[in-house]
């Protein structure tokens, strides 16, 4: 565990064990699955890649609308060739240009198709990667349910067990059970208690799965 912490081989790791105790709070389930969309490095490249598609579209279908132009232009010119005296000429022209490639046309429409169908193709493996991390997170989601019931079914089982065991104890100190039955009933309570360490064990486990899962970690 030093080494692949990058740590001193001779540093000793101590467990924590206070937090097979410590509460774990469990967010609804639709709210992983959002943080996983969210935080999923391919999913954000799927995104990316969709865009990026989409924009190409857009760009193409520029190409092919027409070019307007406004244009205005002053001439100041003289002599006046109709007549013999020294007169300026001053003409205005305002005018509205248009121009329309229609090789566009042809071209930018195969640019269009192609580029629908990479959009169609990014946002299918979106669809595709949005159900491999529900499935994750469900998973995930599950088994850390289905390791907090088991501590809540094991705690009743070692009340149980140590209730037994404090009755056969008072009875052995009466002389009314034998040393055998006393043994049986801390074996009972002591196996219990070690499945009840095990089944909290799992909890945290299953628990940094489905931070994993979403993408908290």
């Known amino acids: 565990m030093d080494i692949r912490l990058g740590l001193n081989e001779s540093q000793l790791i101590k467990p924590d064990t206070a937090l097979l105790y410590h509460p774990v709070s469990l967010e609804t389930y639709e709210q992983y699955v959002r943080e996983a969309y969210q935080d999923d490095p391919l999913m954000q490249r799927l995104r990316m890649q969709t865009e990026l598609a989409k924009n190409d579209i857009s760009l193409a ?58 959009v169609s193709l990014s946002q299918n493996a979106e669809e595709q990667q949005k159900q491999r991390i529900r499935l994750q997170v469900r998973t995930a989601y599950l088994r850390h349910q289905e390791a907090r019931d088991q501590v809540e079914a094991l705690q009743l089982s070692a009340r149980q067990a140590q209730e037994n065991y404090r009755i056969m104890q008072n009875r052995y100190m009466n002389q009314v059970a034998i040393l055998t039955d006393l043994l049986d009933a801390n074996a009972v309570r002591l196996e219990v208690e070690l499945q009840l360490t095990a089944a909290r064990t799992r909890v945290i486990y299953t628990y940094y799965q489905l931070l994993r899962a979403c993408g908290r970690l």
Do not use: C
């Open 61 to 118: 279908r520029s190409a092919m609308r027409p070019n307007l132009s406004l244009y205005a232009s002053n001439t100041l010119a003289r002599p006046i060739a109709r007549t013999l005296e020294d007169l300026y000429n001053n003409n205005w022209n305002i005018g509205l240009s248009i121009s329309w490639p229609l090789f566009s046309f042809y071209k930018n429409n195969h640019k269009i198709k192609e580029n629908q169908v990479a």
